[in-house]
């Protein structure tokens, strides 16, 4: 007898549509798997084999095949032994192979027939639905995170007994109430904005640089509030629309991040990894390779704190996803694609005890801060929009009584300038000012003659490169639709200028700097 059914594999954060074949006939008693499988699927034989045998499903002395389909995809994970086992019982009249015909199948199981859960659920059950399956068996652990995807009919299993009962009729079904998102959300406490006194320009400079979704660099000496800063950026993101809340939601399903969370991804997310994090660690890795930080930070914020103590081989990983906004892994299976549309967000002392330029303070050769500092190539630093420098906090704003702007009022005027640069970008690729491609700069970062001879002027002195001159207008941009404006006017890049010169006086040390 033959059966098939239906299931998936997770490639990348992409779900790959696979089916199950299973054909029972006389010959010499064997179990054979073909279909072009990795080392995990290729034990799914004795799994399954001892599993239904504990259970009371002895295997009839016949020919038993196999087949993963289709054949020139490597097929990876545990989550083929439920679909397996379920296609060998449906081809020896078991269970009703019609029935199973009509199912999306996934789960591990145990050699005691219990079924574990499997990650990458929910890109898996979106690619079902959009193939028209309406039924879905799956592990009992999975089913909250599966009941994200409407229109489906779940079944989730504890063991391979249950779903035997499901596909005959006999199975007792349980009352499920309907799923809703928003009882499913939870609020995040964020740190507030209002908690920091003082420090008026660094707070302009987040403001702009989530408005246009720019890389920021903040360079300052210890207990400048560089890292307490940067905590209360999520603050001040706008929300997700229900696309992007799928999206994320995706790659945390795929990197087994999202099973103690009961929906969807409604904040966008903050990642802040170690200094001593791997190159793996950092783009995503593996023999399967799985979502590195930079795609857990997709539609978020990537901090990255004590920036020149990252590996310099780790930090040359970002300019490709800075630029193209993913990033691609190769290996001998295939080639992997995640995606990468992260705002960089990075922390640094200007030389390794921190007090550079206070010469008063720092007890640091030249030679010493200029290797500390040279750790942050000029390529890497080119793909950072702005740089702004977080001075040491004055008693007298320790003191201050004044209450400080809170998160949400900043917020509130992030949103607006989102607004205005979604209507401006409408039915382009992009929609925020930091992802203008070179080609449209010309258009939508247009200045006047006078201020092309200013711009002109500050190329040369500060010995900008065409890429670093280009994030300068759009930074200029950023803050035209801060206030507004339709056009880029002169106070605008006087203060794009002043967030891209203070790396100068840092990295050009030899040059006259401090």
């Given at each position: 007898m033959y059966s098939i059914v239906s299931t998936a594999m997770i490639h990348g954060i992409q779900s790959v549509s696979v089916s199950v074949e299973a054909d029972v006939n006389d010959g010499m008693?064997?179990?054979?798997?073909?279909g072009f499988l990795a080392s995990e699927v290729r034990e799914s034989k004795e799994r399954v084999?001892?599993?239904?045998?504990?259970?009371?499903?002895?295997?009839?002395?016949?020919?038993?095949?196999?087949?993963?389909?289709?054949?020139?995809?490597?097929?990876?994970?545990?989550?083929?032994?439920?679909?397996?086992?379920?296609?060998?019982?449906?081809?020896?009249?078991?269970?009703?192979?019609?029935?199973?015909k009509e199912c999306f199948v996934i789960g591990e199981i145990g050699l005691n027939g219990k079924v574990q859960p499997v990650r990458g659920i929910?890109?898996?059950?979106?690619?079902?639905?959009?193939?028209?399956?309406?039924?879905?068996?799956?592990?009992?652990?999975?089913?909250?995170?599966?009941?994200?995807?409407?229109?489906?009919?779940?079944?989730?299993?504890?063991?391979?007994?249950?779903?035997?009962e499901v596909l005959n009729g006999t199975y007792k079904e349980?009352?499920?109430?309907?799923?809703?998102?928003?009882?499913?959300?939870?609020?995040?406490?964020?740190?507030?904005?209002?908690?920091?006194?003082g420090q008026k320009f660094v707070k302009r400079a987040c403001e702009t640089a989530v408005s246009g979704m720019h890389n920021l660099l903040m360079i300052g000496p210890p207990g400048a509030g560089k890292t307490m800063?940067?905590?209360?950026?999520?603050?001040?993101?706008?929300?997700?629309?229900?696309?992007?809340?799928?999206?994320?939601?995706?790659?945390?399903?795929?990197?087994?991040?999202?099973?103690?969370r009961a929906g969807l991804m409604r904040e966008r997310p903050f990642r802040n990894p170690h200094h001593t994090i791997t190159m793996q660690g950092l783009a995503g890795g593996g023999v399967i390779p799985r979502p590195g930080e930079?795609?857990?930070?997709?539609?978020?914020?990537?901090?990255?704190?004590?920036?020149?103590?990252?590996?310099?081989?780790?930090?040359?990983?970002?300019?490709?996803?800075?630029?193209?906004?993913?990033?691609?892994?190769?290996?001998?299976a295939g080639e992997y694609e995640f995606p990468a549309d992260f705002m960089l967000v990075a922390a640094m002392n200007p030389c390794k005890c921190g007090y550079y330029p206070d010469m008063q303070k720092c007890r640091c050769s030249v030679g010493a801060i200029e290797r500390y500092i040279s750790k942050i190539s000029q390529p890497l630093l080119d793909?950072?929009?702005?740089?702004?420098?977080?001075?040491?906090?004055?008693?007298?704003?320790?003191?201050?009584?004044?209450?400080?702007?809170?998160?949400?009022?900043?917020r509130e005027r992030v949103m607006q300038a989102h607004e205005r640069q979604k209507f401006r970008y409408r039915g382009e690729a992009f929609c925020f000012n930091s992802q203008i491609p070179a080609s449209r700069i010309a258009e939508y970062c247009a200045i006047d003659k006078k201020q092309q001879v200013y711009m002109k002027a500050v190329y040369n002195r500060l010995n900008l490169t065409a890429r670093s001159y280009h994030k300068l207008l759009k930074v200029a941009r950023t803050l035209a639709d801060m206030e507004g404006c339709e056009k880029i006017a002169d106070r605008h890049l006087n203060e794009a200028v002043c967030y891209r010169s203070i790396d100068r006086k840092f990295w050009d040390i030899d040059k006259g700097g401090w």
């Open positions: 008693p064997m179990f054979e798997m073909v084999r001892t599993a239904l045998k504990n259970l009371g499903y002895a295997l009839p002395p016949k020919r038993i095949t196999v087949n993963l389909t289709p054949a020139n995809i490597r097929k990876s994970g545990s989550g083929f032994d439920l679909p397996i086992a379920l296609a060998v019982l449906a081809a020896t009249g078991i269970i009703d192979a019609e029935k199973l929910l890109p898996m059950i979106a690619d079902a639905r959009e193939r028209g399956i309406k039924k879905l068996i799956l592990p009992l652990e999975n089913e909250a995170e599966a009941a994200l995807i409407p229109g489906m009919k779940q079944y989730g299993i504890a063991h391979i007994g249950q779903a035997v349980l009352s499920q109430k309907p799923y809703n998102i928003e009882e499913t959300a939870s609020e995040i406490k964020k740190l507030d904005f209002a908690d920091i006194h800063t940067a905590m209360r950026i999520p603050g001040i993101l706008p929300p997700m629309d229900e696309a992007e809340q799928m999206e994320i939601s995706r790659i945390y399903s795929v990197s087994g991040l999202f099973e103690e930079i795609s857990l930070a997709h539609k978020g914020v990537l901090f990255l704190d004590e920036l020149p103590e990252f590996q310099k081989a780790t930090l040359e990983i970002l300019r490709q996803p800075m630029e193209e906004k993913k990033i691609r892994l190769g290996r001998l793909r950072i929009d702005i740089c702004v420098e977080t001075p040491q906090i004055q008693f007298d704003d320790l003191l201050m009584e004044q209450k400080e702007e809170s998160s949400a009022q900043i």
